[in-house]
């Protein structure tokens, strides 16, 4: 596996913070990744975090690294917001070091949480 930071992802997933998810999530403590060579044919991107243990040894707090597998890149601009926004909510209100699960983070709020991006990316001015 090779590993790329990814700014022009970081940049959109910025923009997304700002007006979904300003409340909880730390945007500098999240980082965006391009991953090479995965053999794993059915994932998109992932979303890797610190757990508490490892936080509390290392005196650190929590982190997230969103990671885009290639076929990331091969998606229209569309499905690709919504899979960062995917990833964004797999983040929980605590910022804590946990996930939040598919029950939650389902099509059907994906969905919402895009229309709601949509929306707020139009009367941002
Ligand atoms: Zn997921």
Same mark, same amino acid.
């Given at each position: 596996?090779?590993?790329?930071? !990814?700014?022009?992802?970081?940049?959109?997933?910025?923009?997304?913070?700002?007006?979904?998810?300003?409340?909880?999530?730390?945007?500098?403590?999240?980082?965006?990744?391009?991953?090479?060579?995965?053999?794993?044919?059915?994932?998109? !991107?992932?979303?890797?975090?610190?757990?508490? !243990?490892?936080?509390?040894?290392?005196?650190?707090? !929590?982190?997230? #690294?969103?990671?885009?597998?290639?076929?990331?890149?091969?998606?229209?601009?569309?499905?690709?917001?919504?899979?960062?926004?995917?990833?964004?909510?797999?983040?929980?209100? #605590?910022?804590?070091?946990?996930?939040?699960?598919?029950?939650?983070?389902?099509?059907?709020?994906?969905?919402?949480?895009?229309?709601?991006?949509?929306?707020?990316?139009?009367?941002?001015?």
């Amino acid at each position: 596996m090779k590993y790329e930071s !990814a700014l022009d992802l970081e940049e959109r997933m910025r923009e997304m913070v700002n007006l979904l998810f300003i409340n909880h999530i730390k945007i500098d403590r999240v980082k965006c990744l391009r991953s090479y060579g995965s053999r794993c044919r059915r994932t998109i !991107a992932r979303v890797h975090t610190l757990g508490k !243990a490892m936080q509390k040894g290392m005196e650190v707090g !929590a982190f997230y #690294t969103i990671e885009f597998l290639e076929k990331f890149d091969k998606l229209n601009k569309e499905e690709q917001d919504k899979v960062i926004i995917h990833e964004l909510m797999h983040i929980p209100k #605590t910022f804590g070091g946990g996930f939040r699960q598919h029950d939650y983070v389902c099509d059907k709020n994906v969905e919402l949480m895009h229309e709601r991006f949509l929306n707020l990316k139009r009367t941002d001015f």
